[in-house]
């Protein structure tokens, strides 16, 4: 089966998340490169239509529909003609977990190979690594928190 019968056999939502995957994702991408992550994500949080509600579903249905969201936006990066780097990959699937009203976090972290200091950038719902699978964190020590640049210089 070839990858175009695979996007038209896929559910009609599935191509929806799948087409604003392909949008989104350089979008993301491009507006990284002229202001800041804090900036753009109040930006995607404002376009989001996120009203806080809880859905009735429980929480391994809520995980599902969030592991179908960040495999999509993984093909999309994948086969798609813009790749992206992990930060924009991963505001991708954040703003579209929280446009279906389910909260996540994007999660920093860095470790250091071969001598040399690597980031990266992920996303968590209930605890649980959307993006890169299971034990990210033993991979990346994760940040509690953003620092501030005033923070970062003190230290």
Known sequence: MNRFSKVWALPGRDKWLLAQSLIVLPANALALRVMSFKRW????SRLAEFDGKRSQA??????ASANRTASLVR?????GPYR???LSQSLTV???LRCQDLESQIRFGARKENHK?????????HDIALTDGHGIDCRYAPFERLMTPGEVATR
């Open 41 to 44: 994500q109040a930006i995607l």
């Open 58 to 63: 429980t929480v391994e249905v809520l995980l």
């Open 75 to 79: 093909a999309a990066a994948a086969y």
């Open 84 to 86: 992206g780097n992990c």
């Open 94 to 96: 954040w703003w579209l």
């Open 117 to 125: 200091l690597e980031a990266h950038a992920w996303v968590e719902f």
